[in-house]
């Protein structure tokens, strides 16, 4: 990895900083964040701004330039990265250490008296720019919006915006209208006395109309904004595709049907204008319904008298409660996933002792097996496949540079998933296709201990996820280990492989409380630098528990594996698994055989069925 | 209870809130908070304004009162109690109930246009003041400091604040003499750049210097406020207590020390003049700093530039880290407590099949037998002795009204604790005279269980405490039960029994990572209205811990049990325990044997010791 180099593109950039072309005033300091317009967590290639101007192309960073430095700020992930990918004109800031400042305080540190920092409105999230700007003015500086994006003016060959075709869900795929779903969302605004709803975020869009895209990579999204008001429906979104005679019949575009169901659907580029003329025409005590994350130009769109902002929308929290036919498709869709790991897992065992499977020859048979599922359409992220000290690398992705060959005497990780029409999958396992160490067992069970404790764990309705995280710990903690990242995230349906909000973590952030419908992720893991990486994740259903008891009548909640692939049994130091879990893991292998070894029969997968059924022998745990 | 007839109060009341006398301009409504002007959980009898104007004497609640109106918003705890002591002129506002509406909200709501709402400065801390005011301000209104108390202007026959004598603390019993604290606290203030700090709780006041008072019951503390510069020492503090040659020799005030170690003693209301003055000397850049919990009036005398307000003071913070002096202070209260208890349980086993003793007299024995023993001062908190039905209300204190009679028939619980000059102490315990039912002997075996999980638990160097809640609960979820509680909370040495910053609780709160040193109760339970309640409590101390492995070499922690007081064995029901838990309660019942039985051999309490011999006897486990 050779850096970018970047000195003529930072002299263009002071240029129009300076420039009365595109500001209004000279900025001496411009901010490039990583997102895009919907704080999307997956962007396209034409948002990587922040890539194009540093070289820096992680998935996390900001960069700010000033007339005199180029500062970029990132996280322990992106180290190593960010200092080979950037050239000497850049300052890496290496947040989470001590004395690396914040932003805010950097610039106070290297602006001149009096200074304007200039930001694109519609990147940076409303609540960033409120806790950024206070921190200038309290130093005699400004923030100031800057319209025209200045990376984009600078960047010649910038890719153009996707507009890919659009998949239309019919009610078998989404159990619920985009009708149905317009009027609970109606009276969750009457409820909170809103006039109007703005819905920002790509999955949100997506999942109120019941339609897919692949504007972004791993996420099924298309660019699009929506304005919900009580009588009015306004869908944002550019490109021909709004001409496929599949998606205006069902949006029902030709169609007569009541004035309050009635799409106009307008450019993609006229939100700000047309939000500016909603909050211009409200009168007193009428509300907009925001989510605070939303971008500060469409926040300021709307008087601040007149706003009303919640860090989880109402499509969030519905959209996080499957219904029954989501959760059905949920469960074809592993089903499936689950007879393309047995068919990869298979092939693996007979080829990585011949010493020709490299990570990315892995990863690829792993999308090979998958694509051949029923309505499958891509993967649900960049798949990680590492062996050996590659697998301590939590967020890995094996490229050229990197490449190692599977072997006997190495631990093999696999984070993979897809989308299917039907469903998002995301599973993670960890093999050895030779003889595991002692030490190597003996992790690996602490960790399936972990998954076990979370994936049979009984609670109160209204528990917080955060609240199960210790239980994925104890067992590494009773031996003073322990993982540095969360233990789970929710999953979307045929929607974003992250989505909020709820999920399993150590960090205090505001989760909605788990409710039966719910899917996150279980994924405990531990980590030695250099050595290995082990990971053990499903995805998880909440479902109603039976207990002896109903303290105040409240029910209680536990978690069903939608993930039904092998744990390697030979990974497991029987010896330390209580009763309980062996009698776990056991039950989970005999669901495995069940349901899996019947699509592979199905399917005639006759040699991977045979693989399952010698993975899935019972545990005997000797007393 | 009759409840307090308030009509010629509020009349009064809403006489002077129109009077030039005492108000500069009238005031449509005026708060009565609950606390004092150091934001104590415990108040002193001239401090119990809100309890003066309503009748309602509960530890938490707000009054405020119209022209119109007059409302009282308190919690589940206190609906009952509130409902019976307050008159006809009093509306209770039960919080977390739905329709309830915020004091914002009902002030809006029942205020003409452009009201001026009053409150005491000195009582209300910054952060509600904040947003009391912007929730005012936004719809008209205006939140007004009225400087004198309008409470103490009617409240003729208002008893003194208290004054009463101190006592100095010498090295064995702190550690670390005031002179070290303060240098301590002066290079915490010169690592976060600020010149002044402010101590306003009291506990702190007594934590710096090494004195304790008696101004408040339960709580050895003393009105006064301090403010440090880097040197300069002022004490705010009244009475001729300052006259005391003990005192005069433990803060130096006669000897001839370095200037900057020179206590400068003023009177205890000056401490806003003095404050203001501090605030028009600063010059750019100089910061004073302050809880964000100070009142408002103290926190406004700094301007805001100036201002560095944390949820918690370095001074909290290193009081939390109990040294080895305090430790072992603390020990040896544990083991005196331990002593009383022993013998009250022995004596209760003997004389409540007599059918004559009641919860106040059972409370009032405990006191007499922890009164016996050296350097006792005083209870740490009004003694929770109540059993059946009455142990199902967590915060009951046994009144003639509810005092009921012990009997063989049903579960005591006793949860009690008492301030030693070496240390405080604070254990519950939950009994049966006779023989417990099966189901009272599950759920008390659930509860053991989840104290054990917390007790046991190993985790991380730097895990904050409510990563640990869920311990306590599991075997109680897993059975579909729980307690509406917190499972423990700090507690200071010779303190307050109940101290920040850290503890376990659910609930999301700014607790500080647990380190070696700190001390929480341990304390999960089960309540069955109407029937019973359980509860276990320990004090714990924070040890380092032994682990196998240590990850990224943070090291690991865990809890050893100060209090030493045998869990009746008669209540556990040994087959639901695992032989983990069996070992760990056989451990604990063997150290209560040998350190509590040679101590009870020592003071020559040999019926008490053939009691504590008999309950520590191992529990068999059959397999």
Redesign the interface.
């Known amino acids: 990895m050779s850096p970018k180099i970047t000195t003529e593109l930072l002299k263009k950039l002071r240029q129009v900083m300076k420039s009365p072309k595109y500001v209004e005033e000279p900025v001496q300091a411009y901010i490039v964040p990583s997102g895009d317009a919907h704080q999307s967590e997956y962007i396209a290639p034409c948002d990587c701004r922040r890539a194009f101007i540093s070289g820096f192309d992680g998935s996390a960073g900001t960069a700010i330039v000033t007339e005199q430095h180029a500062a970029m700020w990132t996280d322990g992930r992106y180290f190593l990265q960010a200092a080979h990918q950037m050239d000497n004109n850049w300052t890496l800031m290496k947040m989470g250490l001590k004395d690396t400042p914040t932003q805010e305080d950097w610039l106070v540190s290297v602006l001149p008296e009096g200074s304007k920092v200039g930001v694109d409105p519609f990147i940076i999230p409303a609540d960033q720019w409120k806790r950024m700007s206070k921190a200038l003015r ?1 130093s005699g500086h400004d923030l100031v919006p800057v319209k025209e994006n200045l990376i984009d003016t600078i960047w010649t060959d910038c890719p153009q915006r996707p507009c890919k075709p659009l998949i239309t869900l019919d009610l078998s795929y989404t159990g619920v209208s985009w009708r149905d779903k317009i009027i609970a969302l109606r009276s969750k605004m009457a409820e909170r006395k809103v006039l109007w709803f703005v819905v920002t975020a790509l999955d949100e869009v997506a999942w109120l109309f019941n339609l897919r895209g692949s504007d972004v990579e791993y996420n099924p999204v298309f660019f699009a904004y929506a304005v919900i008001g009580m009588n009015t429906i306004r869908l944002f979104i550019d490109g021909d595709r709004m001409m496929d005679p599949a998606v205006r019949e069902h949006l029902q575009l030709d169609s007569i049907v009541e004035p309050e169901f009635k799409i106009q659907v307008m450019p993609y580029g006229s939100i700000l204008a047309e939000l500016q003329a909603v909050g211009a025409g409200l009168s007193p005590k009428e509300k907009v319904w925001l989510s605070d994350k939303a971008s500060y130009a469409l926040t300021e769109a709307i008087p601040k ?1 007149y706003r009303y902002l919640t860090p989880y929308t109402p499509i969030c929290i519905a959209k996080a409660v499957k219904n029954t036919s989501e959760t059905e498709g949920m469960r074809r869709a592993h089903i499936k996933d689950a007879v393309a790991l047995c068919e990869l897992f298979n092939w693996l065992e007979k080829e990585v002792p011949k010493g020709t499977v490299t990570e990315i020859i892995a990863a690829d048979k792993a999308e090979e097996f998958r694509s051949q599922q029923k309505d499958f359409v891509e993967l649900s992220f960049a798949t990680i496949s590492s062996t050996g000290p590659n697998g301590a690398i939590i967020h890995y992705k094996p490229v050229p540079e990197t490449n190692r060959t599977l072997s006997v005497n190495e631990i093999y990780l696999l984070d993979s998933g897809a989308q299917y029409k039907d469903g998002t999958t995301d599973v993670t396992r960890t093999m050895h296709f030779g003889t595991p160490s002692a030490y190597e067992k003996e992790c690996f069970t602490y960790v399936l201990k972990g998954h076990i404790a979370v994936s049979a ?4 309705n209204g528990t917080k996820g ?6 994925a710990r ?1 067992a ?7 993982y540095l990242h969360g233990t789970g995230h929710g999953v979307g349906s045929f929607l974003n492989v992250h989505e909020g909000p709820c999920g399993i973590s ?1 960090k ?1 952030f505001a989760d909605e409380p788990l409710e039966a419908g719910m899917i996150v992720s279980d994924e405990p893991g531990y980590y030695e630098d250099g050595s290995f990486g082990i990971r053990i994740e499903n995805v998880v259903l909440v479902i109603p528990a039976e ?6 009548n ?1 029910g ?1 909640l536990t978690f069903e594996p939608l993930t039904l692939v092998p744990i390697q049994t030979k990974m497991i130091d029987v010896n330390l698994l ?1 009763q309980k879990e062996c009698n776990w893991v056991n039950d989970y292998h005999q669901k495995c055989r069940e349901v899996i070894g019947a699509e592979l029969e199905r399917q005639g997968r006759h040699e991977a069925l045979q693989w399952l059924i010698r993975e899935t022998e019972p545990l005997i745990r000797v007393q």
């Not at 764990?457 to 109160?460: G, N, Y």
């Open positions: 309290s008298a764990a009984i609670f109160p955060h609240l199960l995280d210790s239980f104890s590494l903690w009773d031996c003073g280990l322990d150590y205090t207990t002896k008891y109903n303290f105040k409240r209680s209580t």
